[in-house]
């Protein structure tokens, strides 16, 4: 089962110094159908203007990951962790019982980020900070895996049993992803075009898969992030 969302029908959100598309339910963006995928929870995909950004605010009881897609993301929080990410780098926090962060932009031109909460396995974690500075040419041409489970093998372990990857496709190219039975995955086109099991994929659409790999057929080069899954029915 494939179902896709495009940007036009997502939840959205202007406040001048931020610009918002939301996936799923956030803010003021209310959709009763439209709440989660499985774990996943949010996805925003945020402009934020340059010299501004999120102030000190709490979380608690989420996993959170920020992959930075234009321009630099400036992070702080509780935790004594500070630091400037650039395009293709990913932080990861685990709110926990709770912890405080802000995010900036402190830059002259727009950032671009992909803000992802993950459901955690239960509450109660110890909060946790955690960042990876990828090579951009990792995910060219193959998938990279940057986030997995605590038993997992990805270089950022969340927790919960998830799996994030992403990939950049030159045009005219293919690429296939399974998706096994018994899961599900959520995708991002990030940048680009595609087409994704004769699905047209247009920049920043989603597209949900339930028990159907995928084969990606890039139009355009074509910027690609897949969250995998297992099938929950207590969580659709």
Known sequence: ??????????????????????????????NEKNIN??????????????????PT????????????????LTHKD?????????????????AGTGVTHSEYNKHAEDTRI?????LPDRKGHTPNYG?????????IGKWLHFVSSKEGDAPI?????????VTEIEAGKEMEFEVKEGSQAYVV????????????????DGLETIGESLKIAALEKSHILVIEMKEREDLK
Do not use: C
């Not at 960042?131 to 995910?139: G, L, Q, T, V, W």
């Open 1 to 30: 089962m494939l179902r896709r969302l495009p940007v036009e029908k997502m939840g959205e959100s202007n406040l001048g110094w931020l610009r918002s598309k939301f996936h799923f339910s956030f803010a003021e963006y209310y």
């Open 37 to 54: 995928f499985g774990v996943l929870r949010v996805i925003n995909d945020d402009y934020i203007a340059p010299g501004t950004g999120f």
């Open 57 to 72: 605010h709490p979380h608690r009881d989420m996993e959170i990951i920020s992959y930075v897609i234009e321009g630099k």
């Open 78 to 94: 509780s935790m004594g962790n500070e630091s400037t990410l650039e395009r293709g780098e990913v932080q990861y926090m685990s």
């Open 114 to 118: 992909l803000q992802i909460w993950v």
């Open 131 to 139: 960042e990876y500075k990828f090579k951009y040419e990792d995910r």
């Open 157 to 165: 372990k969340v927790n919960q049993d998830v799996n994030f990857y």
């Open 189 to 204: 086109q990030i940048e680009g075009k595609s087409e994704i099991n004769s699905t047209a994929m247009n920049p920043r």
